[in-house]
């Protein structure tokens, strides 16, 4: 278990360790979404599977802000119910969340945004292009999701898990972006990382130039250096986006 500046209460009654460290860095996600302004007020989600409880899943309490989110505010949920709002928590971010969770055992986490950056590139036809370092981290990686409405019927879920299949992201057209990953700190920087890898691309197809394309083996070779940077080395930086947060306002710990 990492180490972090702040401590955090004690477990709760009845709860293991595992499962309150994944709340901690779940509460720590929707902080970290809040601070670099990908929320919307109440709306999009993050979730985190419990460990031990591979059908449960834990998500953000409908009704409350990014900034209010908390360990022990969050909800936990089973994936396979049919739940709506008056659960607690919002039927779109179960829908979707709760399919993506069933259909990839090896993910613990997925990050959801609808970010103006997200939805521009959601909307190009030629989707994420290899033209910056932080899209490498993406090449044959993305699967790609056409737009159904808002994401409410569970029939979605069956097409959702064909267009993610294995990749680490999923660009969802005229909608947002979705990044998973087997822990908190992966899904979260493979989000930082998409969202800037769009806005590099506008930025540069904003230009009229034409653009310098990245070949394909020097994208491979990089996914796979990324791929192996963020089971190893990569990490280190968790543990110093919670100190950030610490230092701003702890009280996702609570």
């Known amino acids: 278990m990492n180490t972090h500046a702040m401590p955090s209460k004690a477990v709760p009654a009845g709860m293991s360790p595992e499962e309150w460290q994944a709340r901690i860095d779940l509460a720590a996600v929707y902080r970290l979404i ?26 953000k309490r409908h009704e409350l802000l990014y900034t209010e989110v908390t360990a022990s505010n969050l909800v936990k949920v089973d994936m396979d119910a049919d739940l709506d ?16 969770l069933a259909s990839r ?3 613990n986490c997925a990050v959801h945004v609808h970010t103006e950056l997200g939805m521009a590139i ?12 932080a899209a490498v981290r993406f090449y044959n990686r993305t699967g790609y999701h056409a737009y159904e409405g808002i994401t409410e019927d569970f029939d979605e879920r069956a097409r959702i898990k064909k267009d993610l299949g294995n990749n680490r992201a999923m660009i969802m057209h005229n909608h947002g972006l979705l990044t998973v990953g087997k822990t908190a700190r992966e899904a979260f920087v493979l989000m930082k990382a998409l969202i800037e890898a769009a806005k590099i691309q506008l ?3 904003a230009t009229g130039e034409k653009l310098i394309e990245i070949p394909p083996e ?31 306002d702890a009280s996702y710990r609570n």
């Open 85 to 100: 709002e008056s659960s607690g928590v919002n039927r779109p971010g179960f829908t979707l969340h709760g399919g993506v």
């Open 203 to 205: 930025m540069m197809e």
């Open 122 to 133: 959601s909307g190009l036809q030629g989707g994420l292009r290899m033209v910056s370092q």
């Open 105 to 107: 055992p090896d993910v």
């Open 34 to 59: 809040a601070y670099h302004e990908w929320d919307d007020v109440i709306y999009n989600h993050s979730s985190m599977r419990v460990p031990g409880e591979e059908r449960k899943f834990l998500m």
């Open 218 to 248: 020097v994208c491979e070779k990089t996914a796979r250096q990324y791929e192996h940077h963020d089971s190893g080395r990569g990490s280190a930086d968790w543990p110093a986006y919670l100190r950030m947060l610490d230092q701003r």
